[in-house]
């Protein structure tokens, strides 16, 4: 079955230190991934994707995320994160370029201390 | 410009109501989406619309209603909902489901709908 995994539904970082919000993937052929993160009563906000190319992909608001084949995983990272970090955080993948479905993971919550 | 509007923002309906929510955009995008999202879960996919029609109903119940009246809008229309229907209704577009490559589904900011 093709799926999403976001292992830790909240991390908690200091801000200034660096985070990481885990995603691992189950797909049976090249994945599209993506990143997007969602504030309190708001809709999705894109941060970032991976089709092919560079592992380490750069995305908005100093966000990246580094693609991982062997390990299919897809990890976000910002080196220094800020309070307005806060926020749900949902990796997703588009299995193939034959469906249109996005399969999202179940979502982490960041929450980034003064 | 990537912005996907909604209207309205909140939305509080009986049972027996019938009500509409609008979904628009501008980014000449051909497809668009409609997801539910109930608090603290993932959004779920409801419909896609490829070119104005209906490409994806993932099995969603008949009171819920899509239409597609142009590449720029898309509506729900609801009709004898149920409490379990409240939640926050998004909707996506992107640039096209067939061109094969990783379009980016770009997101509202959703009507939040009370069921009472």
């Known amino acids: 079955a093709q799926s999403v995994a976001q292992p830790e539904d909240q991390v908690n970082v200091a801000e200034g230190n660096p985070l990481t919000v885990k995603c691992t993937y189950s797909?049976?052929?090249?994945?599209?991934l993506f990143w997007y993160v969602q504030y309190p009563n708001r809709g999705l906000q894109f941060l970032l994707k991976y089709i092919t190319g560079d592992n380490l992909v750069k995305g908005s608001y100093g966000f990246e995320a580094e693609f991982n084949k062997s390990q299919t995983s897809f990890h976000l990272k910002k080196p220094s994160a800020l309070v307005s970090d806060s926020a749900l955080y949902f990796c997703a993948v588009r299995p193939s370029e034959d469906t249109d479905k996005l399969i999202f993971g179940t979502g982490t919550r960041l929450q980034v201390f003064p | 410009d990537t912005e996907v509007t909604q209207t309205p923002k909140h939305l509080v309906m009986g049972m027996t109501n019938k009500k509409s929510l609008k979904c628009e955009q501008h980014?000449?995008?051909?497809?668009m989406y409609w997801y539910k999202q109930k608090a603290k879960k993932p959004p779920e996919l409801m419909f896609v619309y490829s070119y104005e029609k209906l490409s994806i109903n993932e099995s969603v119940p008949s009171r819920f209603s899509p239409e597609c009246p142009n590449s720029s809008l898309l509506n729900l229309h609801l009709h004898a909902l149920q409490p379990e229907d409240s939640a926050l209704y998004l909707c996506a577009s992107s640039q096209s489901t067939q061109t094969g490559i990783g379009e980016t589904q770009y997101f509202g900011p959703g009507t939040r709908l009370l069921v009472l």
């Open positions: 980014m000449g995008h051909r497809a």
């Open positions: 797909v049976s052929g090249n994945p599209y």
